[in-house]
């Protein structure tokens, strides 16, 4: 009897922790374009060792979603800026809602806490496309959200990119901060809906970027261990872009009215790879700068406290666009296997320790492809270099990277192998019209890696269905 009492009450204190207050701590973005993909169930694995609690998705895929129930991890589902317009029908938002969320809201399913309606849609690049439809797609699923009845916990927002908001160039300080003319009324209304609503604003915010687009850019003003001239506004001192930029926001929104709208960073990291300060030296860094400071509730001047937050990204994803920079394939905290690149900071542990790796992940073989020096042949290397990179991921070639230093037969060596790997070690990947041979030899050099891809994804996940049988029996005889 007092064996069950004693279950009985930890079981309550669990559960009321678990349903009671919102998880603190860490989260991150969890991207999904990598030519060779972890199994999910690897991946849920990786962030429950690594008690990472809190998951925002591009889109909300059901094979994702199942791989996250019953785990508690929170999640932020996404519509992808392609399905906006669809939600300009409130009966087709309705359905999303249905088959996207409600779906999973029951004890022991998915638990969901936002909708990002959109990514970055506002995105100058993006020539306004998405400016007419993003408000009226984000009140279409919230109200649905509402109509479902689950509005009350689960908020729609929209991730937005941080050139939404400046300061003026006469007087360039975070509290001139003002959403950005162009779009101003559009932001003050989409605010004052996600107001109403109680749901945050969602702001990605990269100092990386900030540097890589400014030569003039002061490096250490992306850091945040000082040595940059503090920029003073009002008496406080600036010494990191982070804060400025974050403060920026907090001033447009206060200056629309809704100077205590809760926000949360939907993304915020460094690269690794793809430029010359894409590195691991400088993500430890920046990492090392941010994350002791967002366990400490810092905050920033103008917001001290506790920031939600949500790292980009989790694992590097090499089939992402190059279009912003050869950096987009290298944001990852783990590698594209799920290896740890650096050690992190981890508020659990009050210090930097070696993240948990992804378990059990099944490689091809130890195979590379590379260039065979004795072709005699040469008139096509260019054109099948070209179809490699064109097919497999080469940015660690560029300047600045980790491969840049590689002679001419390396770098051709390069583009075969990464070819031959993305391409699950075909034989016949490894042709190239003759110029190319495999070995069993690791041609990596130095700094540069020629990686063994992972193997396919797929069955592996079945191995734990009997696991889960026996559990379930255990719970049901005992
Ligand atoms: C936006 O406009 C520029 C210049 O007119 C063009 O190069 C680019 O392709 C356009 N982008 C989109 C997403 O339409
Ligand atoms: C958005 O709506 C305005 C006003 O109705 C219209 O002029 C503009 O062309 C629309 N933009 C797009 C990208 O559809
Ligand atoms: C190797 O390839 C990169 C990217 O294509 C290029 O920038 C670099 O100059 C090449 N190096 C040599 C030695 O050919
Ligand atoms: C190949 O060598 C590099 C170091 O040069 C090493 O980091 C990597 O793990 C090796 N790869 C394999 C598959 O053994
Ligand atoms: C290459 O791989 C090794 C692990 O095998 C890792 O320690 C190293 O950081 C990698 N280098 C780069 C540039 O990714």
Same mark, same amino acid.
């Given at each position: 009897?007092?064996?069950?009492?004693?279950?009985?009450?930890?079981?309550?204190?669990?559960?009321?922790?678990?349903?009671?207050?919102?998880?603190?701590?860490?989260?991150?973005?969890?991207?999904?374009?990598?030519?060779?993909?972890?199994?999910?169930?690897?991946?849920?694995?990786?962030?429950? +060792? +690594?008690?990472?609690?809190?998951?925002?998705?591009?889109?909300?895929?059901?094979?994702?979603?199942?791989?996250?129930?019953?785990?508690?991890?929170?999640?932020?589902?996404?519509?992808?800026?392609?399905?906006?317009?669809?939600?300009?029908?409130?009966?087709?938002?309705?359905?999303?809602?249905?088959?996207?969320?409600?779906?999973?809201?029951?004890?022991?399913?998915?638990?969901?806490?936002?909708?990002?309606?959109?990514?970055?849609?506002?995105?100058?690049?993006?020539?306004?496309?998405?400016?007419?439809?993003?408000?009226?797609?984000?009140?279409?699923?919230?109200?649905?959200?509402?109509?479902?009845?689950?509005?009350?916990?689960?908020?729609?927002?929209?991730?937005?990119?941080?050139?939404?908001?400046?300061?003026?160039?006469?007087?360039?300080?975070?509290?001139?901060?003002?959403?950005?003319?162009?779009?101003?009324?559009?932001?003050?209304?989409?605010?004052?809906?996600?107001?109403? +609503?109680?749901?945050?604003?969602?702001?990605?915010?990269?100092?990386?970027?900030?540097?890589?687009?400014?030569?003039?850019?002061?490096?250490?003003?992306?850091?945040?261990?000082?040595?940059?001239?503090?920029?003073?506004?009002?008496?406080?001192?600036?010494?990191?872009?982070?804060?400025?930029?974050?403060?920026?926001?907090?001033?447009?929104?206060?200056?629309?009215?809704?100077?205590?709208?809760?926000?949360?960073?939907?993304?915020?990291?460094?690269?690794?790879?793809?430029?010359?300060?894409?590195?691991?030296?400088?993500?430890?860094?920046?990492?090392?700068?941010?994350?002791?400071?967002?366990?400490?509730?810092?905050?920033?001047?103008?917001?001290?406290?506790?920031?939600?937050?949500?790292?980009?990204?989790?694992?590097?994803?090499?089939?992402?666009?190059?279009?912003?920079?050869?950096?987009?394939?290298?944001?990852?905290?783990?590698?594209?296997?799920?290896?740890?690149?650096?050690?992190?900071?981890?508020?659990?542990?009050?210090?930097?320790?070696?993240?948990?790796?992804?378990?059990?992940?099944?490689?091809?073989?130890?195979?590379?492809?590379?260039?065979?020096?004795?072709?005699?042949?040469?008139?096509?290397?260019?054109?099948?270099?070209?179809?490699?990179?064109?097919?497999?991921?080469?940015?660690?070639?560029?300047?600045?990277?980790?491969?840049?230093?590689?002679?001419?037969?390396?770098?051709?060596?390069?583009?075969?192998?990464?070819?031959?790997?993305?391409?699950?070690?075909?034989?016949?990947?490894?042709?190239?019209?003759?110029?190319?041979?495999?070995?069993?030899?690791?041609?990596?050099?130095?700094?540069?890696?020629?990686?063994?891809?992972?193997?396919?994804?797929?069955?592996?996940?079945?191995?734990?269905?009997?696991?889960?049988?026996?559990?379930?029996?255990?719970?049901?005889?005992?």
């Amino acid at each position: 009897m007092e064996k069950e009492w004693l279950l009985f009450v930890s079981w309550l204190i669990i559960w009321v922790s678990l349903h009671t207050y919102d998880v603190q701590g860490l989260g991150v973005n969890w991207g999904t374009q990598a030519n060779h993909k972890l199994p999910l169930s690897t991946v849920v694995q990786l962030l429950k +060792n +690594n008690g990472i609690q809190k998951v925002k998705l591009f889109d909300s895929d059901e094979s994702t979603l199942s791989a996250l129930t019953g785990t508690n991890i929170e999640v932020m589902v996404g519509i992808p800026n392609g399905q906006l317009a669809a939600m300009l029908n409130y009966n087709q938002a309705l359905k999303w809602v249905r088959r996207n969320v409600v779906r999973y809201n029951f004890n022991g399913g998915v638990n969901i806490k936002y909708v990002a309606v959109g990514n970055e849609p506002f995105l100058k690049a993006y020539n306004g496309t998405f400016e007419n439809a993003t408000l009226p797609a984000l009140e279409n699923i919230q109200n649905a959200l509402n109509e479902a009845g689950v509005g009350n916990k689960i908020k729609a927002t929209v991730p937005l990119n941080a050139d939404v908001y400046e300061s003026p160039a006469s007087n360039p300080v975070p509290s001139a901060g003002r959403f950005r003319p162009d779009i101003a009324g559009l932001m003050t209304q989409m605010v004052q809906f996600m107001s109403q +609503n109680n749901a945050p604003f969602t702001v990605n915010i990269y100092p990386f970027l900030s540097l890589y687009a400014n030569p003039d850019f002061p490096v250490n003003y992306a850091f945040f261990d000082g040595g940059a001239t503090p920029l003073v506004d009002n008496g406080v001192q600036y010494t990191n872009v982070f804060d400025a930029n974050y403060d920026t926001l907090v001033s447009a929104l206060n200056a629309a009215g809704y100077g205590t709208m809760p926000i949360i960073v939907g993304e915020v990291g460094w690269p690794t790879d793809g430029d010359i300060n894409a590195n691991i030296n400088n993500a430890v860094r920046f990492y090392r700068g941010l994350l002791p400071k967002l366990a400490a509730n810092t905050g920033t001047p103008l917001r001290p406290g506790y920031i939600e937050m949500y790292l980009f990204g989790l694992l590097d994803e090499d089939a992402k666009s190059v279009q912003p920079g050869s950096f987009e394939r290298h944001w990852g905290i783990f590698r594209y296997d799920g290896q740890p690149k650096f050690p992190m900071y981890l508020a659990s542990e009050n210090r930097e320790i070696t993240l948990v790796g992804a378990q059990n992940v099944q490689y091809l073989e130890n195979e590379w492809c590379e260039f065979n020096p004795n072709a005699r042949d040469l008139s096509k290397l260019g054109d099948n270099i070209n179809f490699a990179c064109t097919y497999a991921d080469c940015t660690p070639l560029g300047y600045g990277s980790s491969c840049h230093g590689l002679d001419a037969n390396g770098n051709i060596s390069y583009a075969f192998n990464v070819y031959y790997q993305t391409q699950y070690q075909k034989l016949e990947a490894c042709n190239f019209g003759g110029l190319a041979k495999l070995t069993t030899q690791n041609i990596s050099t130095g700094n540069c890696n020629f990686t063994i891809q992972i193997a396919s994804s797929g069955l592996r996940t079945a191995a734990s269905v009997p696991f889960l049988l026996i559990v379930v029996l255990i719970f049901l005889f005992f």
